[in-house]
């Protein structure tokens, strides 16, 4: 599961904030797909792919991508989002992030030596991730 994007909607519902309340006691919900009694039939084997997520926000456009800089940020940028417009659990992630670094004064190679670890049959890295995959 990602986040919900507005290219994968298939349909949606606006409800009322007196029903909104209402939700709270909603246990079971049934979706007829083009008027057919026989859906569950049909689509037996894929049934449990439906999921149904209720949300508070409406999804006017797809989240952006990626995250930049004020500086490289432009009215017209669509795919990228500014450090400050994310969710507030979102932006405590990205500052704690932000500036780390793999490689540091006292292990200036350590980026090259995982990949060599990776990369070699003998590596801790090589046996470790065939050993989980």
């Known amino acids: 599961m990602g986040e919900v994007r507005e290219a994968f909607t298939i349909f949606n519902v606006t409800i009322s904030e007196n029903?909104?309340?209402l939700l709270k006691q909603v246990e079971y919900l049934h979706v007829r797909i083009?008027?057919?009694d026989n859906m569950l039939?049909?689509?037996?084997?894929?049934?449990?792919?439906?999921?149904?997520?209720l949300g508070k926000e409406p999804?006017?456009?797809?989240?952006?991508?990626?995250?930049?800089?004020?500086?490289k940020y432009s009215i017209e940028t669509t795919s990228a989002i500014l450090p400050?417009?994310?969710?507030k659990p979102c932006r405590d992630l990205y500052d704690s992030v932000i500036n780390f670094r793999?490689?540091?004064?006292?292990?200036p190679d350590f980026i090259q030596a995982i990949e060599c670890s990776v990369r070699n049959s003998a590596g801790w890295c090589y046996k470790k991730t065939r050993r989980k995959s």
């Open 19 to 21: 029903e909104q309340n």
């Open 102 to 107: 793999l490689n540091t004064d006292d292990f």
């Open 59 to 71: 999804v006017i456009r797809d989240p952006a991508m990626f995250i930049i800089s004020q500086d």
């Open 41 to 53: 039939i049909e689509l037996d084997k894929s049934k449990e792919n439906f999921r149904f997520f």
């Open 34 to 36: 083009n008027n057919n």
């Open 84 to 87: 400050s417009k994310l969710e």
